[in-house]
């Protein structure tokens, strides 16, 4: 398997998974990896069954949204294509709906860290309001994606960036524990994140602060 059929396969299998853990629904979530030194990127295709997708499914964009090939990519799109042209460190974009995490920001409550795993890989986390698929959300987290390597939309779902795709989609996965422990704990009484201390020590520990 060559260099790009195995990041195809890599993109198929991350949305498979993403479906797989309920982190999406039927048609839902998508994710995309840009080619390294050609200014492209592929994409998965929009309207498709994420539980079936496979890597000839994927379709290759240039970055100003230009379809190379078969296929029609993801509605969402121009989000993607918005954080690779604004982040130099983004090689990766996964978008999903993780319903626990999804419930909280819609509710107007802040997701506390409540792992050491989320402490680290999810440091800065920004909410819109609610924005339609395509260029308006495109527009609506635009700017938070700029500073934050995860953006939350209200009645929607998250965007999530990454070196690669494996760091884009656990952003999401331990986002979405966290919202569960949370929800979980609050049946028995008060439940709170880990205390700036904590954050700062279990990020020492991780070396990435
Ligand atoms: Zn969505």
Redesign the pocket.
């Known amino acids: 398997m060559d260099g790009l059929a195995r990041v195809k396969a890599d993109l198929a299998f991350t949305v498979r998974r993403l479906y797989e853990r309920g982190l999406?629904s039927g048609v839902?979530?998508?994710a995309s990896v840009l080619i390294p030194g050609r200014r492209q990127v592929l994409i998965t295709p929009t309207g498709y069954f994420k539980g079936g997708v496979a890597a000839g499914d994927i379709v290759k964009v240039s970055l100003e949204g230009e379809v190379l090939g078969e296929g029609r990519p993801s509605s969402?799109l121009p989000t993607h294509l918005a954080a690779y042209r604004a982040r130099r460190d983004v090689r990766a974009v996964v978008?999903?709906?993780p319903p626990a995490a999804v419930g909280l920001i819609t509710a107007g409550v802040d997701i506390p860290s409540m792992t050491p795993e989320h402490a680290v890989m999810v440091k800065r986390l920004e909410v819109v309001g609610f924005a339609a698929?395509g260029e308006e959300g495109a527009r609506a987290v635009g700017g938070p994606l700029r500073r934050c390597d995860v953006v939350g939309i209200r009645n929607?779902?998250f965007f999530s960036l990454g070196a690669d795709l494996h760091d884009a989609a656990s952003r999401l996965e331990v986002l979405e524990e966290s919202a569960k422990i949370y929800i979980a704990g609050r049946g028995f009484g008060a439940v709170s994140g880990l205390a700036g201390s904590d954050l700062a020590s279990v990020r020492a520990v991780y070396g990435r602060e």
């Open positions: 999406v839902g979530g998508n969402e978008h999903a709906h698929p929607h779902g």
